[in-house]
T-cell receptor
Framework: KQEVTQIPAALSVPEGENLVLNCSFT??????LQWFRQDPGKGLTSLLL?????REQTSGRLNASLDKSSGRSTLYIAASQPGDSATYLC???????????FGKGTKLSVKP | KAGVTQTPRYLIKTRGQQVTLSCSPI?????VSWYQQTPGQGLQFLFE???????NKGNFPGRFSGRQFSNSRSEMNVSTLELGDSALYLC??????????????FGPGTRLTVL
């Protein structure tokens, strides 16, 4: 059974700092991996999708990497801003007709 | 293009009642999935509908059911509500292209409170 773990559960950093969020999964047979952002009481916003054949994806200040063999992904946020404060969720999908399996998320707080 | 919409946004019900939640996917999206989010369990998959058929189902009791209409809109029903059903219910839609670039787009959710 696939399990997704995110460490740390919460992180507080000063504005401007570069940071890394971690995600690990137990079954390396994934179809793709997605990183989402969730603001309090809101839905999820898709940030990046990494296909199983890819090693990384970039969007603006965000860079996500994927190492299937070790069951790990990282989300790198450069030059963090207070507006980046949110919960970041990692999710994997096992096949074209599979469902997303989520980690519990990392709650990020960026202090001005 | 309009995003995924969910109605209502907030609901308060009492134990034993039933509730119906609605989801309108992004235009052209054929797959609709439902997830339950609670502080203790996080996000858990309920079910997925594609072309009016349930294609995938999570590990929830039969009190949770859903359906999809020909225009891809979906409804989710919970009967005999329990206190533990209090949660944020999220709907997601995708093109269902059957390739690994298929992205799920989420709605704002329906906050259900059971008293």
């Amino acid at each position: 059974k696939q399990e997704v773990t995110q460490i740390p559960a919460a992180l507080s950093v000063p504005e401007g700092e570069n940071l890394v969020l971690n995600c690990s999964f137990t079954d390396s047979a994934i179809y793709n991996l997605q990183w989402f952002r969730q603001d309090p009481g809101k839905g999820l916003t898709s940030l990046l999708l990494i296909q199983s054949s890819q090693r990384e994806q970039t969007s603006g200040r965000l860079n996500a990497s994927l190492d299937k063999s070790s069951g790990r992904s990282t989300l790198y946020i450069a030059a963090s801003q207070p507006g980046d404060s949110a919960t970041y969720l990692c999710a994997v999908i096992g096949g074209s007709q599979g469902n997303l399996i989520f980690g519990k998320g990392t709650k990020l707080s960026v202090k001005p | 293009k309009a995003g995924v919409t969910q109605t209502p946004r907030y609901l308060i019900k009492t134990r034993g009642q039933q509730v119906t939640l609605s989801c309108s996917p992004i235009s052209g999206h054929r797959s609709v999935s439902w997830y339950q989010q609670t502080p203790g369990q996080g996000l858990q998959f309920l079910f997925e509908y594609f072309s009016e058929t349930q294609r995938n189902k999570g590990n929830f009791p039969g009190r949770f059911s859903g359906r999809q209409f020909s225009n891809s809109r979906s409804e989710m029903n919970v009967s005999t509500l329990e206190l533990g059903d209090s949660a944020l219910y999220l709907c997601a839609s995708s093109l269902a292209t059957s390739d690994d670039t298929d992205t799920q787009y989420f709605g704002p959710g329906t906050r259900l409170t059971v008293l």
